[in-house]
């Protein structure tokens, strides 16, 4: 079956560390992959997007590598700072059906002074 | 804020009730939709409206029924519901609908936090 995994255990960091937050999938072969960060009661809103024949993308203090070999992404965010803490959820191209954008049900980032 | 806005922000109604969602974006796009989102589960698409016509259409119960009357608004009108249904109710927008030279963006209103007693 088709599954995207993200780590549904908090991951609390100091500030000043990188954060990496993990997004696995199974069973697709996603022509993209998108980060959105969400706050509580809020919508996700965009932050980057990696194409399949990209490893690496980079903006400001974010990265995100793609590794269609692995079936993984990784967002990193360097220099955290408490601003930071929010729940970060992956979507990936399912390229066909009904929800074409999928998305992992997120991971919560905590960044502690 | 990323131009697309839903009122109410929430909503508290009963069994018998019929409320409406209203989502309004200001970004030019071309495709909205509808997503719920439940607690400890990935984002479901409800409905998607490209040019003010209605796409596709998930198994989506008819007590939940789209309305998309120009490419700016979009409602959601809500009847009868179940307390299952309690949820935050997203609105989003991209400039097309996913394709071959579209990547699909998603921009997110800050959703309405549905509570069926």
């Known amino acids: 079956s088709q599954k995207i995994e993200q780590n549904s255990e908090a991951l609390n960091i100091q500030e000043g560390k990188t954060a990496t937050l993990t997004c696995n999938y199974t069973?697709?072969?996603?022509?993209?992959l998108q980060w959105y960060r969400q706050d509580p009661g809020r919508g996700p809103v965009f932050l980057l997007l990696?194409?399949?024949?990209?490893k690496e993308k980079r903006k400001e203090r974010l990265k995100v590598t793609f590794d269609t070999t692995l079936k993984q992404s990784l967002f990193h965010i360097t220099a955290s700072q408490p601003a930071d803490s929010a729940t970060y959820l992956c979507?990936?191209?399912?390229?066909?059906?009904?929800?074409?954008?999928?998305f992992g049900t997120g991971t919560r980032l905590l960044v502690s002074p | 804020e990323t131009g697309v806005t839903q009122t109410p922000r929430h909503l508290v109604m009963g069994m018998t009730n019929k409320k409406s969602l209203k989502c309004e974006q200001h970004?030019?796009?071309?495709?909205m939709y509808w997503y719920k989102q439940s607690a400890k589960k990935p984002l479901e698409l409800m409905f998607v409206?490209?040019?003010?016509?209605?796409?596709e259409n998930n198994s989506v119960p008819s007590r939940f029924s789209p309305e998309c009357p120009n490419s700016s608004h979009l409602f959601l009108h809500l009847h009868t519901l179940q307390p299952e249904d309690s949820a935050l109710y997203l609105c989003?927008?991209?400039?097309?609908?996913?394709?071959?030279?579209?990547?699909?963006?998603?921009?997110f209103g800050p959703g309405t936090r549905l509570t069926v007693l």
């Open positions: 989003a927008s991209s400039q097309n609908l996913p394709g071959l030279a579209s990547t699909d963006t998603q921009y």
């Open positions: 069973n697709y072969s996603p022509a993209y």
């Open positions: 990696i194409r399949e024949n990209e």
């Open positions: 979507a990936l191209d399912r390229g066909t059906g009904f929800q074409k954008l999928v």
């Open positions: 970004l030019g796009h071309n495709a």
């Open positions: 409206y490209s040019l003010e016509e209605r796409v």
